[in-house]
């Protein structure tokens, strides 16, 4: 009976932990909302946008968001050997990575310091650091923004005591898959960790006459990021709202795949093309072939009854032939057989 009970508890909680995780489950590749159907699944994966804060003195400060819309974020490759405290904890799906350096002791950025780490969205309620994920969608045409497309709002983490929230916007735009940006080379990640988001930069500034050591300060811009990146940093601010206040992280991400109807446009043009596909020479041949054969045989069984008043097999076209197929094939195959076990026999003079 002492064994029983703590199973039991065990077993029930691992029910109500599966039950929970499945409820608040982000399907990526099939979001719906207000009736129209968005396929968010060719975004999926890790992608980070670096931001970098101008207005740092005198250390250099950046920070990395990084979201993953389809699945939990994973410890990344090359941060081996990094401290724990450095990485978003487990079942995150949207995370900030503030890390600041010296440019006077390292111009390089070898040895940033990873100021805090931010999980700002994730399933936290199954590891009891946070709570549930809550998606959340609204249509943008539907909202006050004039885009098209869908705002997701993402849930579950807190920082510093307060309770943090991520709302994407995906916005239609053709002229972007969603992926640009998220690819970089082995020569970018210096760049990248100074906050050097222009790979132009390093040819284009001697013949710049503004140039400063913060770039591009005289915007009034306090942040700069990349702007050839589809996802775009907007704001990370406390936003207070009755007893929802909390810390907001909001980012843009241009898209096709935000579009309306790009979704049944890509289903209409896939069954098509694939019935387009499927029906090739052979298979008219084949229905071709199946559709003669039916024919000559209900033809011929309507001559035969009205002719002869034929029945049963009779009504057939030869259907002597047809009731002998068994018999044929079943002497064609002795044949067969019979040939190949021939074939291996030893030929000459037996053995005496």
């Known amino acids: 009976m002492l064994v029983s009970i703590p199973t039991a508890r065990s077993f029930a909680s691992i029910l109500l932990l599966t039950s929970c995780v499945s409820a608040v489950n982000l399907e990526c590749n099939h979001v719906r909302v207000d009736g129209k159907k968005f396929d968010l699944s060719q975004l999926g994966g890790p992608h980070s946008i670096l931001v970098q804060d101008t207005e740092a003195h005198p250390a250099k400060s950046n920070t990395t968001w990084t979201i993953d819309i389809c699945q939990a974020l994973t410890k990344p490759k090359d941060t081996k050997g990094s401290p724990k405290e450095d990485w978003c904890p487990n079942y995150t799906r949207v995370c900030g990575v503030t890390k600041s350096w010296n440019p006077y002791e390292d111009p390089d950025v070898l040895h940033p310091i990873t100021e805090k780490v931010i999980p700002v969205a994730g399933e936290f309620s199954v590891s009891g650091h946070g709570g549930p994920l809550d998606p959340t969608f609204t249509r943008l045409k539907t ?24 709302v994407v916007s995906f916005i239609c735009d053709t002229e972007w898959s969603g992926n640009e940006g998220n690819e970089e080379g082995e020569k970018d990640k210096r760049r990248r960790r100074r906050g050097d988001t222009d790979k132009e930069k390093d040819e284009d500034e001697d013949d710049d006459g503004d140039k400063g050591d913060d770039g591009d300060k005289g915007d009034g811009e306090r942040y700069k990021q990349d702007p050839k990146s589809a996802l775009q940093f907007v704001s990370y601010q406390y936003e207070e709202d009755g007893k929802n206040s909390m810390d907001v992280l ?40 199946f559709l003669g054969i039916a024919a000559y045989l209900i033809f011929g069984s309507w001559l035969n009854y009205n002719r002869y008043g034929a029945r049963g097999w ?16 079943k002497d064609w195959s002795r044949k067969v057989v019979d040939t190949v076990a021939g074939s291996h026999s030893r030929g000459g003079y037996s053995a005496v």
Do not use: M
């Open 250 to 289: 909001r980012l843009n991400w241009r898209t096709k795949y935000a579009c309306e109807g790009a979704l049944n446009d890509d289903d209409d043009n896939n069954n098509t093309g694939s019935k387009k596909a499927g029906w090739g020479f052979f298979t008219w041949f084949i229905l071709i072939l």
């Open 143 to 166: 909202s006050d923004s004039d885009a098209e497309g869908v705002e997701i709002g993402l849930h579950g983490g807190r920082f510093d005591g307060r309770k943090q929230r991520a």
């Open 314 to 329: 009779d009504l057939l076209p030869h259907g002597d032939t047809i009731r002998d197929i068994p018999y044929l094939f």
